[in-house]
């Protein structure tokens, strides 16, 4: 699977390949500089890509090369974790450096847009989860639909924002990598930062009452706004849970400390 591409960019292999459920990865060595080639085997990760290169590194990993269902990107070697942070009580500089790069990734272009999943066809899990088990779904979907049914500032979406997900690049900074590729509001993008379930402090009011009035600050948000962005997304994330066979529990359980939180009833 990775021969051809070793040949046509001349690299050499510097790591183990990694199987996931949606790419075939391999750390290499491109021009003397650390690369990982990535090949797609779904939809979805060739759609990432494509933003990937349309970024062109501002805020993202650089695309070197691409064909096919592959490309090559910048490859992250700095040791510094943003969740490693988050969970040492440095949890409010691990927001900011990813409202950060965020922002970079938000930045207007007067480029065409790749190809991208609008996100009325992205929440379509929590609509069929609302209409199957009703409850916090219904209240999550409700949320939602009014929030697509007037989106404000739409542009391209990386879709899956998280700790891990924003690598550190040391001289260029930290970076994003596995965007999922959507067109949307983009308050999207930043209510993961409440509902990531590797940290185990979003099941606190108390975080996201600390948490809100910073991520609001740095992403130029009305709090209000992003609440409902957080409600309508964790309902969204557990819906994801409960069709994999899941827990949503705790997903839910962000989406009511949100809407309590919206209604002024903490």
């Excluded at 994003?176 to 930062?193: F, Q, S, V």
Aim: proline share 7%.
């Amino acid at each position: 699977m990775f021969d051809h591409f070793i040949k046509a960019w001349a690299l050499q292999p510097d790591g183990v390949p990694v199987v996931t459920p949606s790419s075939l990865l391999l750390p290499v060595r491109w021009q003397g500089l650390p690369a990982m080639l990535k090949v797609a085997t779904i939809a979805e990760e060739k759609r990432g890509g494509l933003l990937l290169q349309w970024w062109n590194g501002q805020g993202a990993a650089k695309v070197y090369a691409s064909e096919d269902d592959a490309i090559l990107l910048e490859r992250a070697e700095g040791k510094r974790s943003l969740l490693s942070m988050a969970m040492t009580g440095e949890d409010e500089a691990a927001s900011r450096i990813i409202c950060e790069t965020v922002a970079t990734l938000h930045r207007p272009s007067a480029k065409p847009y790749p190809e991208l999943v609008p996100l009325n066809i992205w929440f379509r899990a929590l609509e069929l989860a609302s209409l199957a088990h009703g409850g916090k779904f219904s209240t999550s979907a409700t949320v939602a639909k009014a929030l697509l049914a007037e989106p404000r500032e739409i542009g391209a979406l990386h879709g899956d924002i998280h700790h891990s997900n924003i690598l550190d690049f040391e001289a260029r900074g930290f970076l994003a990598i596995d965007p999922k590729g959507l067109l949307g509001e983009r308050g999207y993008d930043y209510a993961n930062l409440f509902c990531n379930p590797d940290l185990p402090s979003t099941q606190e009011p108390a975080r996201l009452r600390r948490q809100l009035p910073i991520v609001a600050q740095e992403s130029g948000l009305a709090p209000e706004r992003l609440l409902r962005w957080i409600v309508a997304y964790a309902g969204l994330s557990a819906a994801w849970f409960l069709e994999d066979g899941g827990d949503p529990a705790p997903a839910l359980r962000v989406a009511e400390i949100a809407a309590a939180e919206l209604a002024g009833n903490p």
